[in-house]
């Protein structure tokens, strides 16, 4: 029979165990979210598994909501074929983006993550600025980055060489592997990545060739995937959040391709879609233009003139000022949330004397 550690669990959750687990609970892991059904799974079996009541009026924000990755307590019922989630451990690392809208909140990607593969297909998708993106991410998580390049058949060695110097000349440090799901070439390096009991995560734009690696891994078409369009857009064919356990002991999770870059990290993401309003913007008499009623602003001078529309104009000055206000925001409630920490660390120490 398998073990709890066989699928991650480990010391540092161990040690949370006393705080959490209830009489009656045991320990499962979330293998697999899908809007708000869950998957659980745990020494013996994977089944579904519903959120406790308490979820629904205790909880502040969605990161606050089991994530697939995460550890949680559970009571099963039906005869072991159905459970109710009741805590969720706390998370050794995460991954988690902006949520879309103008509250100021994040949304979790996957929770307890040993390595984050950044994959980005060599053809259409290669991008070093949204490559940057996701490596915030991950830091931002505590989890380690791996870059991979997909679809090495669709380009020259030359090609591939060149794309490898542009990460590596723009200060990027993290391994980076190269392969083929096509031919296979530098599967076996990748392959020797992945190590017994450690759970990693798949990120990176819909149609790069995520699930296909995954479903080269297991040997099978077990999973949906699908062509992408000539222009090499992706169409989202994974649609859930799914951990699955490998032959050889390690686990992976396959996400579904996310949409844009502004959603991952905060603040920049509006310059990168209105590169047009950043070129005009070079030539504004201040370099701290905010394009409103400087003199000398570019910006506005080409609405005036026709040159940028005024819808774009409004469209990017609103967008902007959502992003500054979520980083702010951001940056105040981290701080409070430091600040609490530390009165719950003072209020312990009490405790113990
Ligand atoms: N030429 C080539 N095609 C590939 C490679 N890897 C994947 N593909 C193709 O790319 C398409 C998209 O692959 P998927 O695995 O569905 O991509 P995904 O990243 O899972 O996409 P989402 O689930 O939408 O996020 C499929 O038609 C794959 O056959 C590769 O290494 N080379
Ligand atoms: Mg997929
Ligand atoms: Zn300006």
């Known amino acids: 029979m398998m073990k709890l550690s066989d699928i991650g669990f480990d010391q540092w959750f161990q040690a949370h165990v006393n705080d959490l687990r209830q009489e009656g609970r045991e320990i499962a892991r979330i293998s697999a979210v899908d809007r708000g059904s869950y998957l659980i799974k745990n020494q013996t079996k994977e089944i579904p598994a519903e959120l406790a009541g308490k979820f629904y009026f205790q909880v502040e924000s969605s990161v606050d909501l089991p994530c697939v990755g995460d550890w949680v307590t559970v009571q099963y019922h039906s005869n072991d074929t159905a459970a109710i989630i009741h805590e969720v451990f706390p998370r050794k690392t995460f991954l988690r983006r902006k949520s879309a809208g103008e509250k ?24 070093v600025r949204r490559m940057d993106r996701y490596l915030v991410m991950a830091a931002d998580g505590g989890v380690e980055p791996i870059v991979i390049l997909t679809k090495t058949d669709l380009i020259t060695l030359e090609e591939l060489e060149q794309k490898i110097a542009a990460i590596r000349s723009s200060a990027i440090s993290a391994r980076v592997l190269a392969l083929s799901n096509i031919t296979g070439i530098g599967f076996d390096e990748f392959q020797q990545v992945l190590v017994s009991g450690s759970t990693y995560c798949l990120l990176g734009s819909s149609g790069v060739g995520k699930t296909t690696l995954i479903n080269r891994l297991i040997g099978q078409d077990a999973f949906d995937t699908k062509a992408v369009s000539g222009t090499g857009e992706g169409i989202h064919t994974t649609a859930r959040r799914q951990l699955v356990v490998l032959k050889q002991g390690s686990m992976l999770i396959d996400t579904p391709g996310m949409r844009e870059l502004g959603l991952i990290g905060v603040g920049e993401g509006v310059d990168q879609s209105f590169q047009d309003i950043l070129r005009l913007s070079v030539d504004c008499r201040y370099h701290n233009c905010g394009h409103t009623q400087e003199p000398g602003c570019a910006v506005r001078a080409a609405v005036i003139s026709g040159v940028l529309n005024e819808d774009r104009y409004s469209s990017y000055m609103k967008l902007k000022k959502e992003s500054e206000y979520h980083e702010l925001s951001y940056i105040d409630k981290r701080k409070k949330d430091r600040a609490f920490g530390r009165f719950i660390k003072s209020v312990k120490k009490q405790m113990k004397v």
């Open 104 to 127: 100021v909140d994040f949304q979790m990607i996957a929770a307890n993550i040993d390595v984050a593969f950044i994959v980005q297909s060599c053809h259409f998708d290669f991008n």
